[in-house]
T-cell receptor, first 113, second 113 residues
């Protein structure tokens, strides 16, 4: 089975800190995605990547950036964390051209204080 | 732009009762449709998917869903709910060649014993 691993389950950071959320997949998938999940809002796409060093903005990219230096790793960066970025963050991957749905990581619950 | 509507935020059913969770989508082309389940503190697990062909699709854990193009719906059903089915359920539509998922806001299912 494809495995998508998010390095932290829980994180607490201070306002203004630079935060890195890491995601690694082990099945050579081309496409990787970052979503945030908030009650009543479902999952909203922040950024995605179709290939190494390639990135595309999703629906809510403001306040975030990403990095994909290696195929298996996709990092979400909060340049200056704010309290409104407190949320659950979910990473997912999929092989290119496959309409079979995503494999999700277990999520990182980030609290910004 | 594509969108997914899950009109029921919360649903409560008794164990053993039947279940139907509603999902309506808006998308110009033939959609790829998915249902995911999320147990507390977990990532999302794929229940079932529809791409083409038979409009009644079977999934894991005894779930099924029916695609109705005329109603733009993809409702999830289960004939007899178990207490372990209590979770949040998300409907999603894939666009961008099947690589980008747009999610509904989710339905929280509570099962009364």
């Amino acid at each position: 089975d494809v495995k998508v691993t998010q390095s932290s389950r829980y994180l607490v950071k201070r306002t203004g800190e630079k935060v890195f959320l890491e995601c690694v997949q082990d099945m050579d998938h081309e496409n990787m995605f970052w979503y945030r999940q908030d009650p009543g809002l479902g999952l909203r796409l922040i950024y995605f990547s179709y290939d190494v060093k390639m990135k595309e903005k999703g629906d809510i990219p403001e306040g975030y950036s990403v990095s994909r230096e290696k195929k298996e790793r996709f990092s979400l960066i909060l340049e200056s964390a704010s309290t409104n970025q407190t949320s659950m963050y979910l990473c997912a991957s999929i092989t290119g051209g496959s309409p079979y749905g995503y494999t999700f990581g277990s999520g990182t619950r980030l609290t910004v204080v | 732009a594509q969108s997914v509507t899950q009109p029921d935020i919360h649903i409560t059913v008794s164990e053993g009762a039947s279940l139907e969770l509603r999902c309506n989508y808006s998308y110009g082309a033939t959609p790829y449709l998915f249902w995911y389940v999320q147990s507390p503190g977990q990532g999302l697990q794929l229940l079932l998917k529809y791409f083409s062909g038979d409009t009644l699709v079977q999934g894991i854990k005894g779930f099924e869903a029916e695609f109705k193009r005329s109603q733009s719906s993809f409702n999830l059903r289960k004939p007899s709910v178990h207490w372990s089915d209590a979770a949040e359920y998300f409907c999603a539509v894939a666009t961008g060649g099947g690589n980008k998922l747009t999610f509904g806001t989710g339905t929280q299912l509570k099962v009364e014993l």
